[in-house]
């Protein structure tokens, strides 16, 4: 062969590859799903292995994960789905589906999952479905019902030598005022704080975690089912002044401007879910989950829900919804199940879903977790959320002080929070 005909045969042999992978390529789907969890969580080693098991089914199909702060979440969401790259599927709270819902945001992925063989949909449970349908349309699956729990730092409560949360329940003395009093021995005897708020997020972040299970313990609640704001009601603000107190007048709660981690051993106590207790693995101290405490009132079992959603601007909302459905099987399920309280019957009754996580007893998953799951009520939502959430924010400042006026606060955020409400 001549060096002319050798040239031009390799000139066409690298055209027909570049044609290849350029083909190769326009067939690739890549779907990008947006979550909260940091990529180096140990609840991502159950979230990448599910990945792997969907590309090595769909060949041609990338999956990519897309990790936003928490606190961050709603709003560059919100800028990530208003701009020319959308992601095409990704988490989302409960205070976030009727905003999102009401303004067209999600797709209906009902068709999807309906025609699924053997998925299965009628295993979810309705009412942990309700904030997630609309008549027929499915707009979002949780993959985690959440109730909060008290996790606490056990080796400080021994050490301070105060009655363990297992021995106060027992005697029937499981509330905030008897619970506040160990915690004010606790900051006093080892000079650690008693008491972090949820993800340290009461002052600067979502403080609702950490306000509405005091405010339920006491009978109170932001608003009510009629959306009538009852932060202003006697049980709201018995239980705020409990919270106030803890902060500035014991001082076993940490106060505004304090930097500490619970889950480096900072704290004796705070609120958080099941997916938090991953951040215990390597802890240096021993620890375990009790109820949240009741106050005047019964005990508040408090339920954070989290669903998957697919976005309707995704240019590939057929695939990103197949994607939900694998990743909401009854076997994925069972999976996450270690950090995420499911609501599939099948999965939420089975031994499997309370041996799932090692580091917990199964009869404290029973007893703590599934009875709250059983008994629970969601965090509230409302359309108007983002705007409530930032004037109550704005106002509750007001109560971060030393000797603040708690019914005075309390009633100047009905007054504005109300017309929001009314919308």
Known sequence: MSIKRVFLFAVLTSLLSLVALSASAQDEITIRYTLWIPPDAGQMEAFNAIKADYEEMNPGVVIEYDFIPFNDYESVLTLQLSGTNPPDAGWLVERSAPTFIQAGVLADIAPVLNSAEGYDFADFSEPAMSLWTEGESVYGIPFSTSPFLFIYNKTLWEEAGVALPDDLIAEGNWNWATVSESLAT???????????????????????????????????????????????????????????????????????????????????????????????????????IAPLPSGSADTPYVIGQAAMSVFNNSANSDVAADFVRFMTTQENVTRLSAYFPPIRASVLESQAFLDANPSIAPERINDVVATAINNGTVLASHPNFPTIELTTRALLDELWTPGADIQATADLICGAIQPLLDQ
């Open 186 to 288: 606790i900051t006093e005897s080892t000079g650690t704080y008693g008491f972090q708020s949820n993800d340290a997020a009461l002052y600067t972040g979502n403080f609702w975690i950490t306000i509405v299970p005091m405010l339920r313990a006491y009978g109170g609640d932001v608003w009510d089912a009629d959306n009538q704001c009852v932060l202003n009601s006697e049980g709201s603000v018995e239980g705020l002044t409990v919270l106030h107190s803890m902060i500035f007048d014991a001082e076993s709660a940490v106060p505004p401007g304090t930097e500490i981690d619970f889950f480096a051993g900072d704290a004796a106590s705070t609120i958080g879910q099941l997916s938090r207790v991953g951040r215990l693995a390597d802890a240096e101290f021993a620890w375990d």
